[in-house]
């Protein structure tokens, strides 16, 4: 049984730019949450998905969207990348309110 | 908005030592969650407290749920080599989940 997935592992951006990273949970859970993690720090909330629709979201700019497909695999995009964006961002899917971590993508911003 | 403190943010202790790192919420939580991150990893789930006042072991690890569930605890007793890495807790409140900024133990065998 594969847990939860992501991709890609790490990745390089320019400021301005734009990012998708992707997650796919692990099998039998429908309920997909991302996280930032900054160095040194737990991880921030930054919403959360079930049934394809925005459930719960953190304080995060609408610079941060996401979407949940019909497999319950899940997208987080980042819109006009800042140099406070470098983090790993984490994907965790749940089902009965237990969350398993995928292994995060390190984004850079330079 | 909801903010979640752990104490103490480093702790370093001689392998066979305890260990017990604090976790304070400024909202009554619905249940609190425990996790372990070690260096380059990714949060592991431990456990998760629901009831008021709940205590919790596994093995070496005691969690305990305060009675206002407003706070929680982690102890491990004598601690190992394999058990170094940083401990997050985090509060559920209304759908949400807010990790305190964790406790990273060391140990020294």
């Known amino acids: 049984d594969a847990g939860v997935t992501q991709s890609p592992t790490h990745l390089i951006k320019t400021r301005g730019q734009q990012v998708t990273l992707r997650c796919s949970p692990k099998?039998?859970?429908?309920?997909v949450s991302w996280y930032q993690q900054a160095l040194g720090q737990g991880p921030q909330f930054i919403f959360q998905?079930?049934?394809?629709?925005?459930?719960q979201r953190g304080n995060f700019p609408d610079r941060f969207s996401g979407h949940q497909f019909p497999n319950y695999s899940s997208e987080l995009n980042v819109n006009a990348l800042l140099l406070g964006d470098s983090a790993l961002y984490l994907c965790?899917?749940?089902?009965?309110?237990?969350?398993?971590f995928g292994p995060g993508t390190r984004l850079t911003v330079t | 908005g909801q903010q979640v403190m752990q104490i103490p943010q480093y702790q370093h202790v001689q392998e066979g030592e305890d260990f017990t790192t604090y976790c304070n919420s400024s909202?009554?939580?619905?249940?609190i969650q425990w996790y372990k991150q070690r260096p380059g990893g990714h949060p592991v789930f431990l456990i998760q407290?629901?009831?008021?006042?709940e205590v919790k072991k596994q093995k070496r690890l005691t969690f305990q749920f305060g009675e206002a569930k407003k706070n929680s605890s982690l102890h491990i007793t004598a601690t190992q080599t394999t058990d170094v890495g940083t401990y997050f807790c985090a509060g559920q409140y209304a759908g949400k989940s807010t990790f305190g900024d964790g406790t990273t133990l060391t140990v020294k065998p």
């Open positions: 909202t009554t939580l619905s249940n």
């Open positions: 407290l629901v009831k008021s006042g």
């Open positions: 998905y079930y049934e394809e629709e925005e459930r």
């Open positions: 099998s039998g859970h429908d309920t």
């Open positions: 965790a899917s749940s089902a009965q309110g237990e969350q398993y």
